[in-house]
């Protein structure tokens, strides 16, 4: 059995897994250890919650590795803890989780987005940072816009904060509001959703995978800690 965590990254993941995987809503506290224990053999996370409950916590990501699963990660939660475990086995997927693991990023509010309900699909009300520097990558490539605004475009859309970050409010502080209906258009047609391209990848990555060896990889050892034992619901040993 194989379960993916998703969301606002990849709302249509049900329809694209099919039977193949089993498609929960975000990974929150405790969501791990429960795939865990209903038998999965493999597990993807790309979405997570983080504002009003508990995260995912790394320990149970630790101890899915430690009982020999696949654990994947991509696009937005999932390449947060990948780039944090994947000494440990944990397998990022993407971009995302490369610039994170390299350093190259290190806010995790860069994958954050202000988002609709599940029973709306989700639909995205700000932009991820992520995919603001995608799409300026795109645009500087293709010398569609000169360097100086977006230079100024990187500058404003780090400083907003994630919930209020649309192309609308980067186009207001950056003083181009004289410009706003051509700049919408070239941004909005160029667009590039970095964390739905990384998210495919990890899907046809977890759909392709075989289990066939323990994914625990270097020289560690799971410690079952006081804090895990009661999370876990676990008797301690004596």
Not at 23 to 39: Q, S, T, Y
Not at 168 to 182: F, P, T, V
Request: glycine share 8%.
């Amino acid at each position: 059995m194989k379960i993916l965590f998703a969301g606002p990254s990849l709302p249509d993941a049900a329809k694209l897994c099919g039977d193949a995987i089993r498609v929960r809503p975000p990974a929150a506290h405790g969501d791990v250890l429960a795939a865990v224990r209903e038998g999965a053999k493999a597990i993807g996370i790309i979405d997570g919650n983080f504002e009003h409950v508990a995260p995912v916590w790394h320990k149970e990501i630790l101890h899915a590795l430690d009982q020999g699963l696949a654990v994947f990660g991509a696009a937005s939660m999932g390449a947060l803890r990948a780039a944090e475990c994947d000494a440990f086995g944990m397998v990022g997927v993407g971009s995302i989780y490369e610039d994170y693991a390299s350093g190259r990023r290190v806010d995790d509010a860069d994958v954050a987005l202000l988002h609709g309900p599940a029973e709306l699909g989700y639909p995205a009300l700000s932009l991820p940072l992520v995919n603001v520097d995608a799409t300026l990558d795109r645009l500087e490539t293709g010398e569609a816009l000169d360097k100086p605004n977006i230079s100024r475009f990187r500058d404003v859309a780090r400083q907003l904060f994630y919930k209020d970050r649309t192309w609308s409010a980067i186009i207001e502080a950056a003083g181009k509001a004289g410009e706003r209906q051509h700049l919408l258009q070239l941004l909005h047609a160029t667009t590039v959703n970095q964390k739905r391209k990384d998210a495919l990848a990890l899907v046809r990555i977890l759909t392709d995978f075989a289990p066939q060896s323990p994914a625990k990889r270097g020289n560690w050892v799971f410690r079952a800690t006081t804090l895990w034992r009661t999370v876990a619901d676990q008797p301690e040993t004596s």
